[in-house]
Every structure is written in structure tokens, then in C-alpha cells.
């Protein structure tokens, strides 16, 4: 192959590469928005979660304040039916008894009492943490929606640069040689979208090892394709490439 030959097909490979290193650029693009998406969306549902839990203890607790305004009922019950059986009772002895048992269901009474006025107290607080998550659960909503929208729209210029980028490649990949291409693209699987790099002072632009002065002389002959002893990738001296 001769000096031009090894010369023009870096220069191919040179313009493949700045098509390739976009190509890749856009797709960890790609593959990071939905990320950033998914974790606003997990933010919404966390906060959606922690609305449910308000509300599932608010339920718990009109259904144990039920209980004890039944209890309540019960115990006002008995309390009339005590009274009522006092003008029955003919010693004092068991009338003694009687207002000890009435007292006693009058105890339990104001205790149902005090406990139903907490429960009220309790569910008005759990109302009011409730109003306040519903509060951040539509503004999460809402940032969400919104950031979707731009995502979206993102998802599709960059999907449509990536079509325009493609058929550019398409142009260009049939003038490198098909076992140079074939190494460049493996290459570039391999190596996170850069196959190709210049040498810069006497380091690799890919692994920023040394390059020996050997390396540099076989790149500067332009009689084969040279890559790099640490990192594979293909070697060129930017002054050779203009």
C-alpha cells in the first residue's frame, strides 16, 4: 500500500471517527435521559406513596373512632339501664352497688369520650399532612409532565441527528478498506466510541500513555496502519492528516 494510499484512508477514518464519536456521544444521551426520567418519575410515586399511607391511616382511624362511639353508645346504654334499675332495688346494699357499677360504666364512658376528641384532634392533623402532600404530589406532577415533554422532544432531535449522522457515514465507510474498517470498528465497540487518536506530543490521545519514538517513526513512514501498544486504538500524527 503506499504512502498516499495509508494517508488518505486516516483521512477517511478521521472523518469517520468525528461522525462515530457524535454517533456515540448521542446515544449515552439517549440512554441517560430516560434514567433521569425514571428517577423524576420515581420521586412522583415515592410522594404518591407517602399520600396513600395518610390516607390508609386516616381510614384506620374513623374506623377505630366508630369502635369507640360505639363503645360510647353501649356504655350511655347501660348507664340508662342502671339508673333505671335503681328505683327497683330494695336494700341499700345493692343500691350501693348498682351506683358503683353505674359510676364505674360512667368512667369508661368519659374515657371513650377523651378518646374520640383525641382521634378528632389526630385526624385533623393527618388531614392537614395530607393537604400538604397533595400540594407537592401536583407539583411533582407537574415538573414531571413538563420534564417528559422536553425529554421527549430531546429524544426525538437527537434520534433524527443520529439518521443524519448515519447517512453521512453510510458516504464515507465504503472508502476505507474493509479489513481496516473491520479492526477501526471493533475498535470502536471496544473502546467506548474512539478508535482513533492523534498522537500528541508523544503521548496516545486515547490512553494518554507514552508512545516510543519507534511508534512514532512507523506512523510518520505511512507505509501500515499503527496502533497503540497500551490501548489498541489506531495512531495518526495530526500534521500528516491536513
Not at 161 to 175: D, M, T
Not at 197 to 208: D, F, L
Request: charged share 35%; aromatic share 4%.
Amino acid at each position: 500500500m503506499s504512502d498516499t494510499t495509508i494517508n488518505e484512508q486516516i483521512k477517511k477514518l478521521i472523518a469517520l471517527q468525528e461522525i462515530d464519536r457524535e454517533i456515540y456521544e448521542i446515544r449515552q444521551q439517549l440512554k441517560e435521559n430516560p434514567i433521569y426520567l425514571n428517577e423524576m418519575k420515581q420521586n412522583f410515586e415515592d410522594k404518591k406513596a407517602d399520600l396513600n399511607e395518610l390516607e390508609e391511616k386516616l381510614k384506620k382511624m374513623q374506623v377505630a373512632r366508630k369502635t369507640l362511639e360505639g363503645d360510647l353508645q353501649a356504655q350511655e346504654e347501660l348507664i340508662a339501664k342502671a339508673n333505671a334499675q335503681l328505683s327497683q332495688i330494695k336494700t341499700n346494699k345493692e343500691y350501693t352497688a348498682k351506683l358503683t357499677e353505674i359510676e364505674s360504666i360512667k368512667a369508661d364512658k368519659s374515657r371513650s369520650e377523651e378518646k374520640i376528641l383525641e382521634s378528632y384532634d389526630d385526624a385533623d392533623i393527618v388531614k392537614e399532612s395530607m393537604s400538604k402532600e397533595k400540594e407537592v404530589l401536583t407539583e411533582e406532577e407537574k415538573k414531571y409532565n413538563e420534564q417528559k415533554k422536553k425529554v421527549d422532544a430531546s429524544i426525538t432531535t437527537l434520534e433524527n441527528r443520529i439518521k443524519e449522522l448515519e447517512g453521512q457515514r453510510v458516504s464515507i465507510a465504503p472508502e476505507v478498506e474493509k479489513e481496516i474498517l473491520g479492526r477501526y470498528e471493533k475498535i470502536l465497540v471496544n473502546k467506548e466510541g474512539l478508535a482513533l487518536v492523534p498522537v500528541k506530543g508523544s503521548a496516545c490521545g486515547g490512553c494518554y500513555m507514552n508512545v516510543p519514538a519507534q511508534i512514532i517513526n512507523e506512523i510518520k513512514m505511512s507505509n501500515k496502519i499503527v496502533y497503540c501498544e497500551i490501548c489498541a486504538r489506531i495512531l495518526y500524527l495530526e500534521e500528516d492528516s491536513q
